[in-house]
């Protein structure tokens, strides 16, 4: 089953030729830690228009019945910024996202460790579907602060 965590958007991952975004392996790994062999509770909030689950994916936190809820974490560590696209759910955690993320920024974690000047998942998608042939022109991040 293929899932979009609701909420943020994190750094793209190299793929079809095209050269990964700043922080996207570490993304990736922080993630993959969290969840490989694991128990993960998949709530579905939607389905995108690649048919993908939009879903809140939480696993058992630190404490004895608690949650870790993935966005969040995503939030905190500065592996993403919020998604604001078509069909963005945010499973009523919008304002929560918004405060982690601008604390990321403030503590320079991740993907804020130059600044809020970054290039976007998003932008970075356009750029590559612009530049079909070659990779981006900026490797970095160009984003405002929340």
């Known amino acids: ?3 979009r965590i609701y909420g943020v958007d994190a750094p793209e991952v190299a793929k079809f030729g095209n050269p990964s975004m700043p922080k996207a392996e570490e993304a990736t790994e922080w993630a993959k830690d969290k969840i490989d ?7 579905l909030l939607r389905r995108d228009q ?7 994916v939480t696993t058992r936190g630190f ?3 608690t949650k870790a809820d993935m966005s969040i974490g995503l939030a905190e560590k500065g592996y993403g910024i919020l998604y604001t696209g078509g069909g963005a759910e945010y499973d009523g ?8 993320i601008e604390r990321a ?14 290039l976007t998942p998003a932008d970075y998608k356009k750029e590559i579907k612009n530049n079909k042939s070659k990779a981006p022109k900026s490797q970095g991040y160009s984003a405002k602060a929340y």
Not at 37 to 43: A, E, L, M, N, Q
Request: proline share 2%.
């Open 1 to 3: 089953m293929s899932v």
């Open 37 to 43: 062999g694991k128990i993960v509770r998949i709530k």
């Open 50 to 56: 690649y048919r993908r689950a939009v879903a809140k």
């Open 63 to 65: 404490l004895p019945f």
């Open 93 to 100: 955690k919008r304002e929560l996202l918004e405060k982690k």
């Open 105 to 118: 920024q403030r503590r320079k974690k991740g993907i804020w460790e130059n600044g809020t000047d970054i």
